[in-house]
C-alpha cells in the first residue's frame, strides 16, 4: 500500500538531502478510514484471554523491579495489578518461573505503529507500552488504543513543522496543502492549541534545517507546557540538537549522526532535566545505508557523553515498515532487543539499559503506574528463562508476556 506507506514515512524521515520524492494533493481519507476501521472493529471482537479477577502466582523468579534484581520468590498478580511480591497465593494459578528472571514490560519510547500486526509483534517481544511518535490522522491513532491483551499505545500529536522542509513537504504531500504547517512564530501559539485538540498524549516538534527557527521552537514548546504536555523534539544533526536543547523540550528524539554532542551541551541538557531517547536501531540502519555521510561512531559518543553528564537515556528504536528504499525499516517489538544491545555496547551497563527501557522510560514520561515491579503498579510483565543483568543478550529468553495482567495470547516473538 503506497500511499499508506507514503502516510507514515511522514512520521519519522531523516533530513535525505535536497529532493524530495513527494507528490501533493494525494487523498488518503480512505486508507485511513479503513485502517482504523479494522483497529476498531479487531478491539470489540471476543478475545482468547478476557481480563479476569482471578489470582497468578508467578513462583521462584528473580526480579528485576525496574532498578535491582531481587532474589527468586513469587510475585502474584490479579486484574491488571500487581498486588505482592513475597507472598503465596494459594488460590491463584501457578506459574512456575523456573529460577528466571521477571522483568517489568518493556516500552518502547519511539515507534510508529498503524495496525494491529504491528501491535501484535510489539507484544510479543514483551513491548507492553509505546510511544506512538507522531499523529497525522486522530482516528487512526485513537484506534491503536485500549487494546486488551496488546501494547498501550501513548499517543504523540501531528509533528510541528515548517514550510520548506523536509518533514514540512511531507506534511504537504499528504494534505495536499500546507494548512497544517507552522508558517512563522506568530501563528505557533495557535497551532499547539489546533493539536491538541483531539487529545495526544504529547506534542512532536520537528528541530531540522531548513525548518522550524528556534523563536518559533521556543514559542512551541512554552504553549505545549501551558496545556500541560511534554514535548518529543526529533533532532538527528547537531545544530538540530542544539536547538531542541536551546528551546527546553522535555524529550530529544535521535542522536546527531554528524558530529557528538558536546560535554557541555550535554552539561546543559542534564541541568535542564531534559531526557535523550537515542533510538539507535534506526541510527544503526541509516548510516549502514548511507555510510559515506552518516557516521554512527559519532551517535555513539553522544550515548557515551550523555551518560556521563547524567541526562536519563531512554530505549527507543523508531520501529516502522515504511520501507519504499527511503527510510530504512526496523521491525516492531525485536528492534526494541538490538536497541537495548546497542545501547550496552555504546557505554550503557546491561542494568541502565533495562532502567532505559523499564523504570527511567516511566518516569521520564510520568507514567506513574508502570515500570517497575512492585504492588499496586500495572501488571505488565515479561518473563525470561535467563538473566540479562549478566548479559543482555538474554532479554531474548522470552518465555511469557503480560499486558495490564492478560497475558500475550499468540506466539512469543522468534529471534
Ligand atoms: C498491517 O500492515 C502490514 C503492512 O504494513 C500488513 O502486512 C498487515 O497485514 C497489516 N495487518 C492488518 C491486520 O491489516
Ligand atoms: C481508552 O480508555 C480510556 C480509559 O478508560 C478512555 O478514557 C479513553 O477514552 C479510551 N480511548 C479510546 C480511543 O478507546
Ligand atoms: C505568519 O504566517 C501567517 C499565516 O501564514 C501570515 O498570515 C502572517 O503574515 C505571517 N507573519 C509573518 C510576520 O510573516
Ligand atoms: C565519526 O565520529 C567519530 C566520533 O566523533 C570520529 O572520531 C570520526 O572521525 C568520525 N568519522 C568521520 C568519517 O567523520
Ligand atoms: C510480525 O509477527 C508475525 C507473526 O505474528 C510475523 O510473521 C512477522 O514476520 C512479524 N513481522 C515483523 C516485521 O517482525
Ligand atoms: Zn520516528
Known amino acids: 500500500m503506497f500511499i499508506l506507506s507514503l502516510l507514515y514515512a511522514f ?22 478510514t479503513f485502517v482504523a476501521t479494522e483497529n476498531n472493529n479487531f478491539r470489540s471482537m471476543p478475545r482468547d484471554a478476557p481480563p479476569t479477577d482471578d489470582e497468578i502466582a508467578i513462583n521462584n523468579v528473580r526480579v528485576f523491579d525496574g532498578d535491582k534484581l531481587l532474589p527468586a520468590t513469587t510475585v ?20 512456575e518461573g523456573n529460577g528466571g528472571v521477571l522483568l517489568p514490560g518493556l516500552i518502547d519510547a519511539h515507534a510508529h505503529p498503524s495496525n494491529i500486526t504491528d501491535l501484535q509483534n510489539l507484544s510479543c517481544y514483551g513491548v507492553t507500552t509505546t510511544m506512538l511518535m507522531a499523529c497525522f490522522q486522530p482516528q487512526l491513532c485513537q484506534s491503536l488504543k485500549n487494546h486488551t491483551g496488546l501494547v498501550d499505545i501513548v499517543a504523540g500529536s501531528l509533528p510541528a513543522a515548517g514550510p520548506g522542509s523536509v518533514h514540512g513537504s511531507i ?26 485538540a483531539w487529545g495526544p498524549d504529547f506534542i512532536k516538534l520537528i528541530a531540522e534545517s531548513p525548518g522550524l527557527d528556534q523563536k518559533t521552537l521556543d514559542v512551541l514548546t512554552e504553549q505545549s507546557h501551558q496545556h500541560g504536555k511534554q514535548v518529543a523534539c526529533h533532532a538527528s544533526a547537531l545544530d538540530a540538537y542544539n536547538q531542541a536543547a536551546t528551546a527546553r523540550v522535555d524529550h530529544i528524539q535521535h542522536a546527531p549522526l554528524d558530529q557528538p554532542i558536546s560535554t557541555e551541551l550535554a552539561g546543559y541538557m542534564r541541568s535542564r532535566g531534559q531526557v535523550a531517547t537515542p533510538t539507535l536501531a534506526i541510527l544503526r540502519a541509516i548510516s ?24 536519563p537515556i531512554v530505549a527507543g528504536t523508531d520501529a516502522n515498515l515504511i520501507g519504499g528504499g527511503f527510510v530504512p525499516t526496523v521491525a516492531f517489538g525485536v528492534s526494541l532487543h538490538d536497541e537495548l544491545r546497542l545501547l550496552v555496547n555504546a557505554g550503557l551497563s546491561p542494568v541502565e539499559a533495562l532502567r532505559a527501557a523499564t523504570s527511567v522510560a516511566a518516569k521520564q514520561w510520568g507514567l506513574d503506574d508502570r515500570g517497575v515491579i512492585a504492588p499496586g503498579k500495572r501488571a505488565d510483565l515479561v518473563l525470561l528463562s535467563e538473566n540479562p543483568l549478566e548479559d543482555i543478550h538474554a532479554t531474548t529468553t522470552i518465555q511469557k508476556v503480560w499486558l495490564a495482567g492478560v497475558e500475550f495470547s499468540g506466539a512469543i516473538g522468534s529471534f
Open 11 to 32: 512520521f519519522l524521515l531523516f533530513s535525505l538531502g535536497a529532493s524530495c520524492p513527494f507528490h501533493e494533493g494525494v487523498n488518503m481519507a480512505a486508507d485511513f
Open 76 to 95: 502474584v498478580i490479579r486484574g491488571n495489578t500487581i498486588i505482592s511480591i513475597g507472598h503465596s497465593s494459594k488460590t491463584g494459578k501457578q506459574v
Open 171 to 196: 506534511i504537504v504531500a499528504v494534505d495536499g496543502n500546507g494548512d497544517r504547517l507552522v508558517s512563522n512564530v506568530s501563528t505557533a501559539a495557535q497551532w499547539v492549541d489546533e493539536a491538541v
Open 288 to 311: 549502514d545505508a548511507s555510510p559515506t555521510t552518516r557516521n554512527y561512531t559519532a551517535a555513539e559518543e553522544t550515548v557515551r557523553r550523555l551518560k556521563a553528564a547524567g541526562v
